[in-house]
C-alpha cells in the first residue's frame, strides 16, 4: 500500500471510531500523559500531532498551555480536539505539516506506529520547533529480539491494517538524532491492555479475530514474559504494551 493510501485509509478508520477512542483509558489517562504535560508546563504554544481524541490535547490546557494546535489525519478526530477550550483541531499529515516554526513543543503520543514515514514526521517536528524548543514523542516500541519484534508487530497489524511499525529503540534514536535531536530524556512505559476490548475498538473483522487468537496461542519463546499476557479460559485476558516516551531538545 503507497503511502498517500495508506494515510486515506487511516483516517476513514480513525474517523469512525472517534467516539470510541474518546474514552478509551489507555489514551485518556496515565502517569506517561502527566509526564508529557508536566514537560509542557512552561510552554505557551505547543502543536500536538496525531493527537487523536484530543487527550494530550486537553491535558496541556490543563497545565497553563496558552495555546494548543491539535493535528491529526483524520477529520473526527481533529473535530474532537477543536471542541477543547484554547484547541485548535487542525487536520494535517503528520509528515507534511502545514506549519511554519514557531512552537515551544511538539508532542506524539502513541500514534507514530501509523505513520508511513515517521524519520520525516521528524524532520517536520525539527522544522517547526523554535530553537531551544522540545520534541516529546510516545509510542509502542518492539523488543530487540527478531522473532519477539516479528510477533509484535504481526498481531498489530492484524487486528489493525493502518499499523505500520512498532520501532525498536536504537531505530527511534537514531530517527532523533538524525534530525538533530538531542535526547534528554528515555522513560519506558507500558499499559496493560484489556484484550477483548482492544480487538473491539477498532471494529477488527471476525477473520482477522480468528488469526489472532492462533498467533497468540502459540507465541514465540519469551512473549508471554516480554509482553505479560494473561489467559483465560476463553483464550488471552490481558496483555502489555510496552512503549517509550522520548523528550528531545533541538
Not at 503511502?3 to 471510531?17: I, L, Q, V
Not at 527478531?146 to 512498532?166: I, Q, W, Y
Request: hydrophobic letters at 40%; proline letters at 5%; glycine letters at 8%.
Amino acid at each position: 500500500m503507497r503511502g498517500s493510501e495508506r494515510k486515506r485509509t487511516t483516517a476513514d478508520s480513525f474517523d469512525r471510531a472517534a467516539a470510541d477512542y474518546a474514552e478509551v483509558t489507555a489514551h485518556r489517562e496515565g502517569e506517561d500523559l502527566d509526564l508529557i504535560a508536566g514537560w509542557c508546563g512552561d510552554a505557551d504554544r505547543v502543536l500536538d500531532v496525531g493527537t487523536g481524541a484530543g487527550h494530550t490535547a486537553r491535558a496541556l490546557v490543563g497545565v497553563g498551555v496558552e495555546e494548543v494546535v491539535a493535528a491529526d489525519v483524520a477529520p473526527a478526530m481533529a473535530a474532537t480536539a477543536d471542541g477543547i477550550e484554547r484547541v485548535e483541531g487542525v487536520v494535517a499529515d503528520a509528515e507534511r505539516l502545514p506549519f511554519t516554526a514557531g512552537f515551544d513543543a511538539v508532542t506524539c503520543r502513541i500514534a507514530a506506529h501509523h505513520f508511513p514515514e515517521p524519520e520525516r514526521f521528524v524532520a517536520e517536528a525539527a522544522r517547526v520547533l523554535r530553537p531551544g524548543g522540545s520534541l516529546i514523542v510516545e509510542d509502542n516500541v518492539a523488543p530487540a529480539d527478531p522473532d519477539l519484534d516479528a510477533f509484535l508487530n504481526g498481531v498489530e497489524r492484524l487486528r489493525d491494517p493502518t499499523h505500520v511499525r512498532s520501532y525498536t529503540l536504537p531505530e527511534w534514536q537514531s530517527m532523533l538524532e538524525a534530525e538533530g535531536f538531542s535526547v534528554e530524556e528515555s522513560v519506558p512505559v507500558s499499559k496493560t491492555l484489556t484484550y477483548d476490548d482492544w480487538v473491539a475498538r477498532i471494529g477488527t473483522s471476525r477473520e482477522r479475530r480468528e488469526r489472532l487468537a492462533e498467533r497468540f496461542s502459540d507465541p514465540p519463546a519469551g512473549a508471554v514474559e516480554a509482553f505479560s499476557i494473561e489467559y483465560g479460559e476463553d483464550g488471552v485476558r490481558t496483555f502489555a504494551s510496552p512503549k517509550r516516551l522520548f523528550r528531545a531538545s533541538i
